[in-house]
């Protein structure tokens, strides 16, 4: 399934909500193989739209995880369920997304509604005041399981795209990962207090629907590759605790 409305660049701060249903492959790139990597996407795939020239094809990413004040999410407790919530900022744009996912054997599901950030206060309100508001899903859902900011995470991504039948397919490499514990309800541009993530590489993953395509399939053959679990917000608690 893959549901979306996209936003129109021209106007940015359209309500923008999807659904979709996905598969992720994490895998665990040296920096040498990753540079392979990235020469290979840049022959056989387009650049996605967002990415700009200045930071190497890539685009920056902020993310505001949410959990409960016992962690219940980072240890996986029946509390805490399996659902990750968060809120993902793309450099300084003036733009929220609030989002929940959810991963069993590869498959992910999300969902995300966007909300201009100025509306970022209406998320800790009791009650809405606003039943039409695209935000009170999320603002409901993290209210009932008691949630709040726990972990910041910057990073920046290098993303490629194309067309299989009639699908999307997304190539994606994170690096530059920092992360630390936040528990204020804001998401700055870039974190104030950089913390780097140790990873011994960086993440690169291959997001598709149903069955893997050729092109992705021709990657696996031509460059040596190794799988990981690797998660961020697990890893950005882990390093702060």
């Not at 409305?5 to 249903?21: G, K, N």
Request: glycine fraction near 4%; include cysteine; charge should be positive.
């Amino acid at each position: 399934m893959d549901l979306k409305l996209f936003v129109p660049e021209s106007d940015p701060m359209q309500v923008y909500q999807a659904q979709d249903r996905r598969i992720e492959l994490k895998f665990l790139l040296t920096p040498e193989v990753s540079r392979q990597v990235r020469n290979w996407a840049r022959e056989q795939m387009d650049p996605d739209p967002h990415c700009t020239t200045a930071i190497g094809d890539s685009y920056a990413i902020n993310t505001l995880y949410l959990d409960t004040p016992a962690l219940d999410i980072y240890r996986k407790t029946r509390l805490g369920g399996t659902t990750k919530y968060r809120l993902r900022r793309y450099a300084a744009e003036p733009v929220l997304w609030l989002e929940t996912k959810s991963k069993r054997n590869n498959i992910v599901q999300k969902s995300r509604t966007s909300i201009p950030a100025a509306q970022l206060p209406l998320l800790q309100q009791l009650e809405s005041t606003d039943d039409l508001w695209p935000g009170d899903w999320f603002r409901q859902s993290i209210q009932k399981r008691g949630l709040h900011p726990s972990a910041l995470v910057h990073y920046q991504r290098f993303a490629r795209v194309a067309r299989y039948q009639d699908q999307h397919i997304r190539l994606t490499i994170d690096n530059q990962l920092a992360g630390q514990k936040c528990s204020r309800w804001e998401i700055p541009g870039q974190p104030s207090d950089r913390s780097d993530l140790y990873l011994g590489g960086e993440i690169m993953e291959l997001k598709f629907h149903d069955i893997l395509p050729p092109l992705f399939k021709r990657l696996l053959l031509e460059i040596p590759l190794i799988s990981t679990g690797f998660s961020k917000y697990r890893t950005a608690v882990a390093s702060n605790l």
